[in-house]
């Protein structure tokens, strides 16, 4: 664990600044510690949106890593540091490449690397593709019971996307409460669509489960829609699909034209982060040249600085924030050092002293 750290106005018996131990989270372990704690990582996401929104973080932007020979493919960098209590710094390495599913293995692969606050030193590599789907996963729940206040509850889902986020997703969502009459189902892949049913069925849900030939069946069909697709560019233009005012988590954020945007109310996590990188957003103010079209971010929501109106679609777009996965990888450090399965790798760190 950690040691506590010295500072110029503790006496002088406190414990001298040193090198952390180093250690490996597998994510197995994660995992252990996730499951099941939907509501607390709700919480806490919730808890880390407060303190970004006060200032009390550093999320810079986040850094793309692209490949001419895999243009489909990319590696994101999105570093970050988190005050208050938490006082961790880190880096989440996440990649993203699609072609993956066709060789059955998953499309993200990430680590989370943790680092200590007054020394800098790396003191956990942590397995992040489950910290981050639960992030995001809880941002999503988060925003679904915040912003369906003052409207009537969904009771009609749709999920187009229907990989590990869209099942994390269902997962926080059911585990924070959820339950609806039908779920809608679409993907451009049929075993994928079959593979999300299956799990839906399996997770005992109740409520009837449609997978739907097209997009526009299941928006018009859907009073929540859930996006979570790998879409580069959008693909859904007609504003028409949205009449009827649904609560959209735009989670994979390149799925709406600007049009949609421009008709709805829109709510992002933080608007620097998501007015960039060619998002839906991003277009909707390259075509219009201003960001009047954005009505606050999900902290606004919850602290009540915003109101929001029920007679046009309310679209959520949450970029994705490097503080949430610190947090929610401290979350994890913390818990797997309660439980004393903490693996340590020792002499990690070897050229300690300057002179040798």
């Known amino acids: 664990m950690t040691p506590v750290r010295s500072t110029a106005t503790e006496s002088a018996m406190s414990e001298p600044i040193t090198v952390p131990p180093f250690a490996v989270i597998s994510g197995a372990q994660v995992q ?99 910290i981050s789907a639960s992030r995001t996963a809880a941002s999503a729940a988060s925003a679904a019971e915040c912003l369906s206040h003052g409207r009537p509850r969904p009771t009609r889902v749709g999920f187009i996307g229907t990989g590990l986020i869209a099942r994390y997703i269902h997962t926080f969502l059911a585990g924070t409460g959820w339950s609806f009459d039908e779920i809608g189902v679409h993907d451009l892949s049929a075993d994928s669509a079959s593979g999300f049913r299956c799990y839906l069925e399996q997770s005992g849900i109740a409520g009837r489960i449609t997978v739907h030939d097209s997009a ?55 608007v620097e ?33 915003v109101t929001l109106p029920a007679d046009r679609p309310l679209v959520f777009s949450p970029f994705g924030l490097g503080v949430l996965d610190l947090a929610v990888g401290k979350y994890v450090y913390d818990e797997v050092v309660r439980s004393g399965e903490l693996h340590v790798v020792n002499d990690f760190f070897h050229e300690l002293s300057r002179y040798g």
């Open 273 to 305: 982060h998501c007015l960039k990188a060619n998002t839906s957003p991003h277009l909707a103010e390259q075509l219009t040249g201003n960001r009047e079209f954005l009505h606050g971010t999900l902290d606004d929501v919850m602290a009540g600085r």
């Open 216 to 270: 526009e069946q299941l928006i018009r069909l859907s009073d929540l829609v859930v996006f979570a697709t790998v879409a580069g560019e959008p693909y859904v233009s007609d504003v028409s699909w949205f009449a009827h005012n649904p609560l959209v988590l735009h989670v994979s954020l390149r799925d709406l034209s600007p049009e949609i945007v421009l008709a709805s109310t829109n709510i992002v996590d933080d």
């Open 32 to 130: 252990r510690v996730l499951r099941g704690r939907e509501k607390e990582i709700v919480e806490l996401v919730e808890a880390t949106y407060r303190l970004h929104s006060a200032g009390h973080s550093v999320n810079p932007p986040s850094y793309f890593l692209r490949f001419p020979d895999r243009p489909s493919s990319r590696i994101i960098a999105l570093p970050a540091s988190i005050g208050g209590e938490v006082r961790v710094d880190g880096l989440k390495w996440i990649s993203s490449f699609p072609e993956n599913v066709t060789a059955g293995i998953p499309r993200a692969s990430a680590v989370l690397i943790l680092n200590d606050h007054d020394t800098g030193y790396p003191f956990a590599c942590l397995e992040s593709s489950i």
